[in-house]
């Protein structure tokens, strides 16, 4: 990743609040969108990013927070459809060079990755992590 | 002709209530559980589906891969478009309609796939807009999506335009007066038809015109 980016994140609950931590700790410049205030509260004392109160669905809110001059935009809320409306607005209406969007519902996923939005999907990727773990310790019991 | 509305409340109730003909078939889909109880109650010949519409098992559910129209009407823009998006590049649903909540999104809506894009905001204030400015007009009529008004409105005595011919009267150039109705008789003007008080007029024109154009033919700001 090039050093210093501009990157939006929609959603500080534990993932959002978490890469807004880490991403601006690594020297990036983070705006993080909310609708609740207290959302906030996650950010640690190593977030040197702007934290905005707002509903990321308005168009005004992505317009304030500059969206358009972004480099990334990470959409982290909890609802699956509110993350890939945003992370298609942000990709089509404001040109954001790297869009991606949590998902949870694997069968939605498959469908928005077809049409060329980059997706993270916990659900597939925790299933992954235990298939993969499973597989580790059935090594080791038959050597 | 296989339609499924997602949406509830009243606006679902009535509309399954209206689409529920012998040529037609309405799938209904809500949230709320009770709703679809007193729904399939109430609607006989209507399939009644529980659960998020934008859900693609939910979908499958609702035969959504035979269906020629998807509605999509919760007071939630995000699941509006996710729920027509899933209906076209998964079901392939050859037309989906949105309601639009921001009207901000309409344009954005059809941008992303969605056939039809609608906001009920931009519709109820377009028209509390004409009818306040302009008690002569008894008739607005967006067609084709919109992107045209059709208007009636009558000319008043005072009307800057009575008496003069089509042809002296400076319309913009995407606008049309297509029909005039005098003493109950259609007329169908051409340049040099002479307008006078108490014609009935009807207009073509692209909706950021309208209030100018009726402006210009009934002299009221």
Redesign the interface.
Known sequence: MAKFQYIVIVGCGRLGSALANQLSKLGNSVVVIDRHQSSFEKLSSEFSGFQMEGDA????TLHQAQVKKADCFLAATD????N???A??AK??FNVPTVMARIF?P??DD?YR??GIETICPTALSSQAFLQALEGQNRENNS | MRVIVIGSGKMLYFLAKQFATAEQHVTVISEKQTECTQLSRQLDSTLVICGDG????VLNDAEAFRADVLLSLTP????N??AC??AD??FGVPKTIALVN?P??TE?FR??GVTVAFSATKIIAGLIEQQTGFQEITNLVPVANGLVTITETKLPEESPVVGKSLLDIPLPSNALIACLIRDDRVIIPRGQTTLQAQDKVLVLTQPENASKVLSLLTGHE
Do not use: G
């Open positions: 669905m308005e168009l005004s609802n699956d459809n509110v890939l409306t945003v298609q607005i089509t209406l519902d069968a939605r469908v077809q049409f | 934008s859900d693609p098992k939630y823009d995000h699941n478009l996710v998006q899933i590049k998964m921001d901000d999104n954005l941008k992303l």
